[in-house]
């Protein structure tokens, strides 16, 4: 009940395109859920995050589209670039302690 | 700057050997985390702390152990390394309550 779902594990797109990774969780005491950018030899970076009591979060090309009913939210990436070929975390916050639960990552490589 | 350092950046040692992986934070997190990571693959939690004497084992089982004496300061020893602990150790810390984590930049342990 405490994980958070996410897919697909891996995910090509070309220069220009709209990367969409998805998650989904059980748990109704999650109250925040942020995404991950991680590089290869770094450590995640947080990118954007989400309250549950906002439909949708944009900044500049990511969006964070999230459906409290169904408890599922996705990150959307509008003109990707081969910069952002990187690992995307997504996940979820637990009250009261305030751990995150972690998706499994999912690998996007955007080609030129 | 409040940052969180991770030393050493990789580390190849033998078989057998004690090892201590350093992880600081400047910006007084109460709670600090341990993950074991596969390159780009899951984060795995290992081991998390709520604060100055307080440590707990996370989901994935590891022969590691740490300690945390100060707030500030949350080492990784191994007394006995083995080839299986080949793997990125990544620190990361956040409030209590907080909205998200800040990671080091990780330690690439390579055991031969």
Request: hydrophobic letters at 30%.
């Amino acid at each position: 009940q405490q994980q958070v779902k996410q897919s697909p594990q891996s995910l090509i797109v070309q220069k220009g395109g709209i990367s969409i990774i998805n998650c989904a969780y059980e748990n109704t005491a999650f109250d925040y859920f942020p995404w991950y950018q991680q590089f290869p030899g770094k450590g995640p970076a947080l990118l954007i995050a989400i309250r549950p009591d906002v439909s949708e979060k944009k900044e500049g090309r990511f969006t964070i589209s999230f459906n409290k009913s169904a408890k599922q939210f996705s990150l959307h990436i509008m003109d990707s670039q081969p910069g952002d070929s990187a690992t995307y975390f997504c996940a979820a916050r637990l009250r009261p302690q305030g751990n995150l639960i972690f998706g499994k990552g999912t690998k996007l490589s955007v080609k030129p | 700057e409040a940052d969180i350092y991770q030393t050493p950046r990789y580390l190849v040692i033998g078989t057998g050997k004690k090892i201590t992986l350093e992880c600081s934070q400047t910006m007084g997190h109460d709670k600090m985390y341990w993950y074991q990571q596969d390159p780009g693959m899951e984060l795995h939690l290992i081991h998390y702390s709520y604060g100055v004497n307080s440590t707990e084992k996370g989901d994935l089982s590891s022969e590691s152990t740490v300690s945390r004496i100060r707030t500030e300061h949350f080492p990784l020893t191994l007394e006995s390394a083995r080839p299986s602990h080949t793997s990125q150790y990544l620190c990361a810390s956040s409030e209590y309550g907080g909205d998200g984590y800040t990671f080091g930049s990780g330690t690439r342990l390579t055991v031969v």
